[in-house]
């Protein structure tokens, strides 16, 4: 079992709907959950960070972290066209510890 | 804030040339950083973790005499990938982490594109 799991899609949705990533993990030592967009040929862009367990909410975005089930999710409300992107989840145990990446997941936002 | 660069943003050389790319962190610094190497529509996949003032970590496989990274201030990375050949031919991105956090949020750099001829 790898240490981050994450469905790489394509995932493609209308305009305007809600859109629901996820991310699996094994490692219980993990304690920082981001969430980073990458559109194509740039490098990623921190979109939510959160420490341990529970939400955190940034205009139409939303990450949720359940510990108990080493489960990640972002939801994007409202979903536009710009946010057609791979969207790539990291954890990490925290100090200096490199970042553990799940594959990304392609999302299209069809207008 | 926490913007990081890197210079160039593309290269192309020939086949046996070495090739340096900068990492910069422009409004913080950065104890450490790391760089990442991405094959197309793969996920990051991390080369080395770089901290300021001493000797490079690499990952299992990775060929630290192949690809030379100095850290030489809490600004500044450099990945030097020598004698490169058109299978080092990839996106190289570098992130770095604010010394002064104490929660390992990590910032991107916007990549550099190798292409080995």
């Known amino acids: 079992q790898k240490e981050v799991e994450q469905d790489p899609g394509p995932l493609s949705v209308p305009e305007g709907a809600i859109v629901s990533l996820n991310c699996t993990y094994s490692n ?5 959950f981001m969430w980073y967009r990458q559109y194509s040929r740039k490098g990623p862009e921190l979109l939510m960070y959160t420490y341990s367990s529970g939400n955190k909410e ?4 939303t990450a949720q972290v359940d510990k108990s089930s080493k489960y990640i999710s972002l939801f994007i409300r ?16 925290g100090g200096n510890t490199p970042l553990v990446f799940g ?7 069809i207008a | 804030g926490a913007v990081v660069s890197q210079h160039p943003s593309r290269v192309i050389c020939k086949s046996g040339t070495s090739v340096k790319i900068e990492c910069r962190s422009l409004d913080f610094q950065a104890t450490t950083m790391f760089w990442y190497r991405q ?3 793969q996920s990051l996949m991390l080369m080395a973790t770089s901290n300021e003032g001493s000797k490079a970590t690499y990952e299992q496989g990775v060929e ?3 690809f030379l990274i100095n850290h030489a201030s ?14 080092d ?10 010394a002064a956090g104490g929660d390992n949020e990590q910032f991107f750099g916007p990549g550099t594109r190798l292409t080995v001829l």
């Open chain 1, 28 to 32: 219980s030592a993990f304690q920082y």
């Open chain 1, 58 to 61: 940034d205009g139409r975005f």
């Open chain 1, 78 to 93: 409202d979903s536009q066209p710009s946010d057609s992107a791979t969207y790539l989840c990291a954890m990490s145990e």
């Open chain 1, 103 to 109: 594959k990304g997941t392609r999302l299209s936002v």
């Open chain 2, 39 to 41: 094959f197309p529509k």
């Open chain 2, 64 to 66: 630290k005499d192949k």
């Open chain 2, 74 to 87: 809490l600004t500044l990375s450099t990945l030097t990938v020598t004698s490169a050949h058109p299978e």
């Open chain 2, 89 to 98: 031919s990839s996106f190289y991105i570098c992130s770095a982490q604010n």
